[in-house]
């Protein structure tokens, strides 16, 4: 294991307990039915054990890390759109016309994209953080789509992003992505980590017909059948993942080290948390599910981590919007503990009472 990678996972401690439990004794204090407040209340006390104090501090400056790559897997036809699209989606996020930037700014978050992997030329522009390691990813229907060395590198990349982005101020991280033929390699990632059926864990992605599907499943099938998993997850990130699997995998590491909240997108950072939780369990404490995606392979994921979505709006578009539409849920669930009245303090009787 690199040295730099091994004292980030070090770093990454247990939520604070103490805080945590001063959280629930505080909802049974506040002037509302135990419980009634359902999963905002347990998203509270996890905001409040990421930061370690109770009642939590308001989350003010949200910021949307899109990770961008390119997949040599593209070439096996597993979807209708041609590989440009991935640079010129880079060049539209950078200009403010995509979908993540409507959505960013009715919630008031930044957004920058992060060059990974992508194929094409991208011009050096506001809000692109250039951590290319080559351009795409090899095939992988024919061998590992990474060397171990790239995945590293590009887990490192993802992890000094999350120090930038803390280092200026940001105080909740979401994730974003962006890469055409990246549900292909998600579904690979997401069989190899939960061993679950390829035909169960691939989907349509941006719009596959029915030959499409048939041709990622079998891609899918085949790259399994030829390397199944090891018990190393950047082993088995290098041979089916994405360079942008691979930041966003050190973006959740750097983020759990330094006591940031984090909301997931849909199944391609779904496929970096089951990379994140390979290498550190504790790291997906401090994440969030954002929204439960379309994809059947994010179904998986979020049964496998254990995480419960926040929103499901059959969303299938990836760059950051679940993440977005969740937002101010949890802004909301932090807002409860440091708002709300106790039966003491606004008179009110409590249920047992007479």
């Not at 109770?54 to 897997?73: E, I, M, N, S, Y």
């Not at 699209?85 to 979908?99: D, F, L, P, S, W």
């Not at 994209?113 to 809000?127: C, H, K, Q, T, W």
């Not at 950047?234 to 959740?252: D, I, M, N, P, Y």
């Amino acid at each position: 294991m690199d040295g730099v990678l091994q004292a980030i996972m070090d770093a990454i401690a247990p939520l604070d307990a103490t805080a945590m439990t001063d959280a629930e004794e505080l909802q049974a204090q506040l002037t509302k039915p135990p419980g009634s407040l359902g999963v905002l209340e347990p998203a509270a006390a996890t905001l409040c054990g990421i930061q370690a104090q109770c009642p939590p501090t308001p989350l003010r400056r949200p910021v949307v890390a899109v990770f961008a790559g390119d997949h040599g897997v593209h070439a096996q036809g597993v979807t209708p759109w041609p590989q440009e699209v991935t640079t010129r989606m880079v060049e539209n996020i950078c200009q403010g016309g995509a979908a993540v930037n409507v959505l960013a700014r009715q919630v008031g978050a930044q957004v920058h994209v992060v060059d990974m992997g992508v194929a094409g030329d991208l011009a050096p522009s506001v809000g692109h953080i250039d951590h290319r390691v080559r351009r795409g990813t090899s095939d992988l229907a024919g061998g590992p789509a990474m060397t171990t060395d790239e995945a590293l590198e590009a887990i490192l990349a993802g992890v000094s992003v999350a120090d930038r982005l803390a280092e200026d101020g940001y105080d909740c991280f979401l994730t974003g992505d962006l890469g055409i033929a990246n549900t292909t390699a998600s579904a690979a990632l997401v069989c190899a980590f939960t061993g679950a059926d390829p035909l169960l864990a691939t989907g349509r992605g941006s719009g596959a017909d029915d030959a499409t599907m048939e041709r990622k499943v079998a891609v899918v099938s085949a790259a399994l059948a030829q390397r199944p998993a090891g018990a190393d997850p950047v082993e088995v990130l290098a041979s089916f993942g994405g360079f942008e699997h691979a930041g966003l995998t050190g973006f959740l590491l750097g983020a759990a080290a330094r006591r940031i909240p984090v909301l997931l997108d849909g199944v391609t950072a779904g496929a970096a948390a089951l990379v994140a939780r390979g290498l550190v369990p504790l790291a997906l404490d401090y994440c969030f599910a954002g929204h439960r995606s379309a994809e059947p392979g994010h179904v998986l994921c979020l049964h496998s981590l254990g995480l419960r979505p926040l929103v499901d709006l059959e969303l299938r578009l990836g760059e950051g919007t679940g993440a977005l539409l969740a937002f101010p849920i949890v802004q909301a669930a932090g807002a409860t503990l440091r708002e709300m009245a106790t039966f003491d303090a606004a008179g009110v009787p409590r249920k047992d009472e007479r």
